[in-house]
């Protein structure tokens, strides 16, 4: 399996860019999750998706921030327009509902926002 | 609410046993995950907890009291490699999982 597939690994844009980020599940995983990470706030989760239905997006910063699951294998976070804060690095994971708690991530996109 | 509190930092030895403990407040709760995060990698699943008590795997066991909403994470024989940040994050209803700031572990020669 190949595990939880991100793009881009790394992303370098200028404030007030538009800036997507993608997600692949491990196939069969019905449950998505957006994380961020940043040393301030460590791990904050943004919003997941159980059979591709947004479940609980409280965790989204503003406006800015949206995400879509328009099917089972891929999942976008877009930021528009980006501001400096928003710089951190975007996990996604996934996992079967009612999973046991057992998320498995993606490596990870780092985002720079100048 | 919600809320978690764990140590920001431990440092230990090889070879020592550290334990690393976690209490969460949060609705809907059905157990208690630990995941392990190297420098600059992804967060890695160590264990799962859903009833009390302790539960085993290898060097590393993790225990939960449901009624004191506290659990903890044991390293023993603790090695170089295990030099990492550790996650508590309860798990709840609907499949939710809720990270916070982590423990940094610093294992020393």
């Known amino acids: 399996d190949a595990g939880v597939i991100q793009s881009p690994r790394h992303e370098v844009t200028e404030m007030g860019q538009e800036v997507t980020l993608r997600c692949k599940p491990i196939?069969?995983?019905?449950?998505l999750f957006w994380y961020r990470q940043t040393m301030m706030r460590g791990l904050e989760l943004l919003i997941y998706?159980?059979?591709?239905?947004?479940?609980?997006d409280s965790g989204m910063p503003e406006d800015r921030f949206s995400a879509k699951m328009p099917n089972a294998s891929f999942s976008t976070l877009k930021i528009q327009p980006s501001e400096p804060r928003d710089s951190a690095v975007y996990f996604c994971?996934?996992?079967?509902?009612?999973?046991?708690?057992?998320?498995?991530f993606g490596e990870g996109s780092r985002l720079t926002v100048l | 609410g919600q809320s978690l509190e764990q140590p920001s930092e431990v440092t230990a030895v090889e070879g020592a046993i550290v334990q690393i403990n976690c209490t969460y407040q949060?609705?809907?709760?059905?157990?208690l995950s630990w995941y392990q995060q190297h420098d600059g990698g992804a967060p890695t699943f160590l264990s799962y907890?859903?009833?009390?008590g302790l539960e085993e795997t290898g060097r590393f066991s993790s225990f939960l009291s449901r009624s004191d909403s506290y659990g903890y994470l044991l390293l023993q024989e603790l090695q170089m490699k295990d030099s990492a940040s550790y996650f508590c994050?309860?798990?709840?209803?609907?499949?939710?999982?809720?990270f916070g700031q982590g423990t940094e572990l610093s294992v020393k020669p």
């Open positions: 994971a996934s996992s079967l509902v009612r999973g046991a708690g057992e998320l498995f």
């Open positions: 196939s069969g995983h019905n449950s």
């Open positions: 998706f159980n059979n591709n239905v947004p479940i609980d």
């Open positions: 949060t609705s809907g709760f059905y157990g």
């Open positions: 907890n859903a009833l009390d």
């Open positions: 994050a309860p798990y709840n209803q609907g499949g939710k999982l809720i």
